[in-house]
């Protein structure tokens, strides 16, 4: 199936670079990595191989709350459940194989696990608040590193290395510090940082771009009150979102401006190339102002977290930033392709996706009615998404992209 999968995709590139002049490629019209020219529209030919979970269904398939899914090299998949501590192994047809941690303190036990990475031989590296845990192949549990929030812990959606170490951007103490009014002790920018698998304490890898705040609408993201009251601010609409993913020679994609530019970042944090295209932002319209405010009075936040009670400040106090980033999502596939999902036309809604490679190639552009970046990817051609089904229990469903195919030929 790897060799039949592979050569339907080999086939598909090599018809999409001879059907038009215009395919944009290293250097074409410019540096080095800099892709001009029209999109090339692709099809994924995709076919479903399973969907999970259940209400009424067995145990392993009654999830509580899906925090993350990987796959290793022989395609099977692995769900980490937040709510029952554990992470659900099922193989290449979805049935399933075992089960790996469970609540508590003790070895091979998780706690309110928050990222998964599976290493390709099948063994895992799981992030919490609290700790750093090791898995090998068979779930056997083998190091635990604990983690501070003094020296910083690993957010979520964390991602890996190919050595296990976690890259993740990081929650601090300081951070807290900030969201009580405090002074902000970080340094200024977005640091992304590693935790070796030997320790758990963060070393600063890259720090990435911040739009800049104008000091006379400057806000902390947050603060409490001695009534126990967390008042959330408003915020900053359309402001650029950090994205990164990691390729398999341990270079970091990195996405953190306005303008589409996906940059390449060594493990020495060096910056040692970059894929653009000359698409430019849109300019923040008051109807663009208007469907914000009335997406922030949709959204729904917790009234209760413990003995507090979050509030969130009034649309009134919203802000705007004067330009929609091109880029509203990126990953890597498995094949170290990258996905760069670009901003809609509206400013909101999801665009078309562009196939791209960390040398500057470009394989094609998928439609906005086309197959979206997944929770996670996997060989030969597999694609996880973690959705909810029509009464809101929380499944993955497994497809696989068999072909891109040149859209018209």
Same mark, same amino acid.
């Given at each position: ?11 598909? /590139?090599?018809? *999409? ?8 490629? !290293? ?62 192994? /099922?193989?290449?047809?979805? *049935?399933?194989? $075992? ?30 608040? $609290? ?6 192949? #068979?779930?056997?549990? /083998?190091?635990? =590193? !604990? ?16 050595? @296990?170490?976690? +890259? ?18 970080? !340094? ?14 963060? %070393? ?10 104008? %000091?006379? %609408? ?40 306005? @303008?589409?530019?996906?940059? /390449? ?7 040692? @190339? ?8 849109? *300019?923040? *319209?008051?109807? =663009? ?9 949709? $959204? ?8 507090? $009670?979050?509030?969130? %400040?009034?649309? #009134? ?12 999502? =990126? ?14 036309? #509206? ?19 998928? !439609? ?22 029509? +009464? ?8 696989? =992209? ?8």
């Amino acid at each position: 199936m790897r060799i039949k999968a592979l050569s339907l995709i080999t086939s598909a /590139l090599a018809a *999409t670079a001879a059907c038009s002049d215009a395919t944009p490629g !290293p250097g074409t019209g410019g540096r080095p990595g800099t892709l001009e020219g029209p999109d090339i529209m692709l099809a994924a030919v995709t076919e479903d191989v399973y969907t999970v979970g259940a209400y009424m269904g067995e145990d392993w398939e009654s999830f509580g709350s899906i925090a993350d899914v990987a796959f290793d090299e022989a395609g099977n998949a692995h769900i980490l459940d937040r709510q029952e501590d554990r992470i659900v192994v /099922l193989g290449t047809d979805g *049935t399933f194989v $075992r089960f790996v941690g469970g609540s508590g303190e003790g070895p091979g036990e998780l706690q309110s696990p928050s990222s998964l990475h599976v290493c390709r031989d099948g063994g895992y590296v799981v992030g919490s608040v $609290r700790r750093i845990d090791v898995f090998g192949s #068979d779930g056997k549990h /083998l190091r635990r =590193m !604990p983690v501070s929030p003094f020296t910083g812990v690993p957010f979520l959606r964390s991602k890996a290395f190919p050595d @296990g170490s976690l +890259v993740s951007t990081v929650l601090r103490a300081d951070t807290a510090r900030w969201r009580q009014g405090l002074p902000q002790l970080d !340094p200024p920018g977005r640091p992304i940082e590693i935790f070796p698998i030997e320790h758990g304490t963060p %070393e600063v890898l890259y720090t990435a771009w911040e739009l800049p705040d104008p %000091e006379d %609408e400057r806000r902390s993201p947050g603060r409490s009150s001695a009534d126990g009251v967390s008042r959330l601010s408003a915020g900053r609409a359309f402001e650029p979102r950090l994205y990164f993913d990691v390729i398999s020679d341990g270079r970091l994609a990195v996405v953190d401006s306005i @303008g589409y530019r996906v940059k /390449l970042v060594a493990r020495d944090g060096s910056v040692v @190339g970059a894929v653009e295209r000359p698409i430019a932002p849109l *300019t923040v *319209t008051e109807a =663009m102002k208007e469907a914000a405010r009335d997406r922030y009075r949709a $959204r729904e936040v917790p009234s209760n977290v413990g003995i507090f $009670r979050i509030e969130r %400040e009034s649309v #009134d106090e919203l802000r705007f930033a004067d330009e929609v980033p091109v880029i509203a999502n =990126m990953a890597v596939d498995w094949e170290d392709r990258i996905w760069v999902e670009r901003t809609g036309a #509206d400013g909101s809604e999801p665009g078309p996706i562009d196939i791209v490679t960390p040398e500057g190639g470009y394989v094609g552009t998928l !439609p906005v009615d086309g197959v979206r970046i997944p929770s996670a990817f996997g060989p030969n051609g597999l694609m996880a998404y973690i959705e909810a089904d029509e +009464v809101g229990i929380p499944t993955v469903r497994v497809i696989r =992209m068999a072909s891109l195919q040149p859209v018209g030929m």
